[in-house]
C-alpha cells in the first residue's frame, strides 16, 4: 500500500510545490513508483511536470483533470492518471515511475459550485477512488494549496503524514500554527469517516526549511520554529518524533529555472556540473524516507 504525504502550510509562497515535485522526483529517480495529486487550482505542480504547452493541450477535456472525479458522470481516477510525466524536448520519457493526476484553474470550482452527488463528503468519495489505485504506488503525494478548503480536506483526510514546507520567518510559523489549529477540528469533523472507511489519522512528519538564502542567519525564526512545535507535541497536538528536518533546502535561482524548464533539479543536476540545491532535495528526501521508517535509498 502506498504511503500517502500532503504537502501543506497554510501560508503561500513557502516552497510546497517546490518540494514536493523535487521529493517525488527523487523517489522517482531512486526507482520508486510515485503518484502526485494536484489539489491546488494554481495547478503549478502540474504545469512544472508537464511544462505549459503539454498543459494546454490537455486542457481540451476536463475529463483529464482531477475536478472530473467528483462530478456526476465524470471521470474515475484511474482515467485521470498521466503516466511517466516528465518528457524531454522530443516527448520520450524522461523519468519513469512519476504519474500525476493534474489540476487545472476549473478546480476551484469544486469549493463553491460543483454539486455534490455522492452521499457522502467529497473526501469520502476521493478516499474510494484513491483506493483503486493505490496499490500501484509506493509514495502518492498531495499539493495542496494554502487553504483548507475541499481540495485540500480530500488529501488530508486520504494523508498518512503531512510534511509542513516553511520559509525562515514569522509567517511560516504563523502558517503553521494555522494549520495545527485547522486539523484538530476537522480530525473531529472527519471521525465518522474515518472509522467507517479505515482512513488514515494523518500524523506532522516535519517542518522544512526552505529558499535559505546564503550567508543569511536564521536562528531566531528557527528558535521559534522550534520553540512553536514543542509546544504542539507537549500538547499532543503533533507526534512526539516530528522535527524541523536538519537539511535545509538553500535559495537558488535553478528552482525557477527548472520550473521554466519543465524538469526536476534531480534529472538537471544530471546535466550540470554543479547543483547543489539538488543535493538539498534528495538529502531531504533520505530524511522522509528515514522518518517513515522506510529504506533510506542512495541517490545514484
Ligand atoms: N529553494 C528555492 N530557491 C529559490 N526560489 C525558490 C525556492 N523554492 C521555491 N522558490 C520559489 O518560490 C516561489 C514559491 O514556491 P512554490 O510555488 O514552491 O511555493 P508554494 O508554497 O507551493 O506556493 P503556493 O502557496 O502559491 O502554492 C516560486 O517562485 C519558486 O520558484
Ligand atoms: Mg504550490
Not at 493534474?102 to 470550482?109: E, K, S
Request: charge should be negative; proline fraction near 6%.
Amino acid at each position: 500500500m502506498a504511503n500517502k504525504i500532503s504537502f501543506l502550510n497554510l501560508k503561500g509562497g513557502v516552497g510546497k510545490t517546490s518540494l514536493l515535485v523535487n521529493v517525488a522526483s527523487c523517489l522517482a529517480y531512486m526507482g520508486k513508483r510515485v503518484l502526485v495529486v494536484d489539489f491546488d487550482a494554481q495547478s503549478n505542480s502540474s504545469i512544472w511536470l508537464m511544462r505549459l504547452d503539454r498543459w494546454n493541450a490537455l486542457n481540451s477535456d476536463p475529463e483529464n483533470f482531477v475536478l472530473s472525479v467528483f462530478k456526476e458522470g465524470g471521470s474515475e481516477l484511474r482515467n485521470c492518471i498521466q503516466k511517466d510525466i516528465v518528457r524531454d524536448a522530443e516527448g520520450e520519457i524522461a523519468l519513469k515511475g512519476l504519474d500525476l493526476v493534474p489540476a487545472n484553474f476549473r478546480l476551484m470550482d469544486l469549493e463553491h459550485e460543483v454539486p455534490n452527488p455522492w452521499e457522502k463528503p467529497f473526501y469520502a468519495h476521493f478516499f474510494e477512488e484513491l483506493k483503486e489505485v493505490e496499490n500501484d504506488y509506493d509514495y502518492i503525494f498531495f499539493d495542496c494549496p494554502p487553504s483548507f478548503f475541499r481540495a485540500p480536506q480530500c488529501a488530508i483526510f486520504c494523508s498518512d503524514h503531512l510534511i509542513v514546507p516553511a520559509n525562515p520567518d514569522a509567517l511560516s510559523i504563523i502558517g503553521f500554527h494555522l494549520l495545527i489549529d485547522k486539523l484538530e477540528g476537522f480530525r473531529k469533523q472527519t471521525e465518522r469517516w474515518r472509522t467507517e472507511l479505515s482512513a488514515p489519522d494523518p500524523q506532522i512528519l516535519g517542518i522544512s526549511i526552505g529558499a535559505v538564502k546564503a550567508g543569511s542567519n536564521i536562528d531566531v525564526p528557527l528558535e521559534r520554529f522550534k520553540a512553536q512545535l514543542e509546544r504542539f507535541i507537549a500538547q499532543g497536538k503533533v507526534p512526539k518524533k516530528a522535527c524541523i528536518f536538519p537539511e535545509q533546502i538553500r535559495h537558488s535561482v535553478t528552482v525557477g529555472r527548472a520550473v521554466m524548464q519543465g524538469m526536476p533539479l534531480v534529472l538537471m543536476s544530471k546535466r550540470e556540473a554543479s547543483m547543489p540545491v539538488a543535493e538539498d532535495y534528495i538529502k531531504t528526501t533520505q530524511r522522509i524516507l528515514s522518518l517513515i521508517g522506510s529504506e533510506v535509498i542512495s541517490a545514484v
